[in-house]
């Protein structure tokens, strides 16, 4: 955490703002459905055993403060990294390269390359990919001495069941809504919001780019009914998040959907001899309806693959003629030690961006990342990360998914020591990056904490394509968009987190000139 | 409960269709705010201290059937109604003669008309009155051969906080919603719905409502804000119904309005000498508000009235140069006793409208009620009250404001001889409408209860009139017109009840030819 660059935030209120403040946040969340159903910490199963309460999701009080310059630049190079994420997607040969060191410490992936070999082995019969996608960034202080002293800096990118895209659309318009009502008084010495929150589009984006894949998939004829398919996890306590998209892709295209839980994709769907994929609601199974699209909201992490069924599942969907969002080769794109192949200092991914002007303005938004293996880049990532001077500039990552903590700064050294040297390439080495002091405020659990935050600001990009015939990148990019954002805000004691882990809060920008 | 004219309905639903329904119908309410706060009962405040739960309002699973040509006629005579009520409304001296009746019985309607005496002694300062009505009518079934079998009866007029206007249309929404991603299969032989559902327009006609008084309202260019009053109760557990309206108002016509509970009248406002009312937030009691027009959705009960000083509130209001909705003599007029001399048979209630033709129209949709006095009329209620044969066709009502039960049919002739003769006209004698059998399922703190139903089919209307000087329902109507309906459904074992009072749901029409 860097020293402040903000002027001073959010503006003070008495006890009598604060009361209405709350009082009207409270109301509008739930009127506009800004919830979530609540933790069973909170409301237990024996209490409401069918589950109709709902409770506001965790939000910011106020529209965290965010360079303009960093804003706009993230939400304009998204078309970008749609562009070179579907570019990495499609090319299976560089992949492999990837998959094959990861697979003796990862299942998870070493399974998700199986999926595709035994597709490939049959033959695809579906082209066309659909990324719903969310690239992830904070705030960085660049202390030495460039001429652009903010930068935004890339987190993570997610390939797969990028999610929130419906509370952060609402999110934005519910700050809008709190200045409309004078719930953020201040004299003329605070940081003017008129004019300056940022509101996402993330709902019409992203329901836009599911219809895009919708519209473009060709129907076999043989059913009455086309729909998209939300595979979801069952329960869901951020249901509300989907289905806001739900509502917008029926309201605005006219385009039905499903909702499939991972546990009955193989009792509700079949396939044809073609390969068609057939959903068979439970409650009209007469009806059977054509699956044009499935968007992943699950079976994005290991935990869900508890059996080989699973698998067996993943498989059936993988084989069929539904557009895929994402594709395993596109899930596979987002991986960690994709991010620190492509962010290794001194190898720039010309392979998938060969006009120099446009990568570098993605490589601008790149942290250092090293591997911890023999390879040369290895070898550098091991001298930082053993010498507790540099290490303290460094977080170490685990590279399989959903595997297990970071390790911070000063901790690194002693970590790595207390393991064997032939655990480390499971490890990935990533420079810190250092985020201007903030404060909000987080209603979470009727509760509110007020403190130091940092924001996380992500990007959702929807982009359709097809792939050419050949195993290098080939293919063509039919549609691509920028699709609104997201800012998530958490306390900055925790180093972990975001909203949906229970760490976080949904947030919007109030965009500032620095 | 009479026998039933309908086809057979609900349509009978597979465990995963009513289960499908269920999940459907429970994330849409709270995705759009069809939602109250929960029952002390369902979530104590000690668990939820901060009051952020939510839960699905009180709603029917399926619209009710509803006869289209009852349903029509009901909406086309709102402007009549609403046209009668505020010509009763400025006939000062004939509802002197009502109140003369009532003082002995109704400490309530008398402190009312004592408000009003001290505002008149004073001069009111404002002729303008917003009436935002609700007529509440029941199928009834006509036995007695008329060539018009199924009619609309009047339960009563609704004068003042008509609730429900902002979940009425939300529920027809959810409704049409339901049907429209197939939650409502049915085969060839079940009712059509398609074509068939009503949407109510009662959040943007409420609106409407109270945005043609707020920009009559002639400001005093005093204050450089002007904002309409939402006084409400505190706590309020059914404060989405209003808070759709509030945003409403914001959105559609850009009027700004706070919320004043019943409590804080005279601590948050003050009078100019000119006795324009101001409004000062206590979150920012240096931007004081002048107000166009009070919105009463709290002081409608004798319950409200605690002390003096929640009548020297009233009065300060009521002195006020803001537009009332409504004033004290609107509140008045909407008295169970109006209606019954209104509806004493033989007795046409010309004085308020001398057209014939449009007076028969209202009439219409009388039931037969007595006064138990010593008067021509009293006598025959009597008789009727006290015959077991014809008393079972009837309802004993209390006068009072908030007195009391109901007794029903054949319990009448004992209640009256249990209690003192001289007591007898603290009560009001009316002919039981005989509504037609029906089946619906009700959703209340996530239970489903299904079962017979009674439908209550309630009519918003919205009126601004301007009174005379003189004292006999001189001025004119300045605005006038329909705003939307409500059907509030409960089931057929409970005699009393509504959907605030915990009994029933909110609902909506599905239209049928019969």
Known sequence: MANSIYPPYPPPLTAEQTEYLFTTLKDWTIAHGLAVRPAPGFVSKEQDPSGVLATTAPVTLFPSLFPRSCFDEALSIQELYNEFYSRVARDERWLEGIVNE???????IANLWRIHLEVKREGYVQDLSLGLFRSDYMVHINDEGSDKKLQIKQ??????????????????????????????????????????????????????????????????????????????????????????????????????????????????????????????????????????TIYFRAGYSPDEYKSEQDWTARLHLERSRAIKCPTVLTQLAGCKKVQQVLATPGKPPRRFMCDGERLAKLMQTFMPMYPMDDGEAGQEGKRLALDPESANRYVLKPQREGGGNNVYRKKIPEFLKSIPESHWPAWILMEMIEPPALRNAILRNGEIQEGGVIGELGVYGACLWRSGTGEEGQGEILRNFEAGYLLRTKGDQSEEGGVAAGFGAVDSCCLVDL
């Not at 990861?102 to 998870?108: M, T, W, Y």
């Not at 929150?197 to 009455?224: I, Q, R």
Request: proline share 8%; charged share 20%.
């Open 155 to 292: 987190v993570e990118f997610n390939t797969i069941a990028s999610s929130f895209g419906g509370l952060a659309w609402e999110v934005s318009t519910l700050h809008k809504y709190l200045l409309s009502v004078d719930a953020y008084p201040g004299g003329p010495k605070t940081v003017p919001m008129h004019g300056n929150l940022a509101t996402s589009n993330s709902v019409p984006g992203l329901a836009a780019g599911l219809a895009v894949a919708h519209k473009t998939y060709e129907p076999s004829n043989e059913f009455n009914r086309l729909c998209v398919i939300f595979l979801v996890q069952d329960p869901e306590r951020n249901v509300f998040d989907q289905r806001h998209l739900e509502y917008a892709l029926l309201a605005q295209h006219g385009i039905r959907s499903f909702r499939l839980p991972w546990q009955r994709i193989l009792q509700d769907t079949e396939m044809t001899a073609k390969r068609t994929l057939v959903y068979r609601p439970p409650h009209l199974p007469d009806l059977p309806c054509e699956v044009s």
């Open 102 to 108: 990861l697979i003796g410490v990862d299942d998870f």
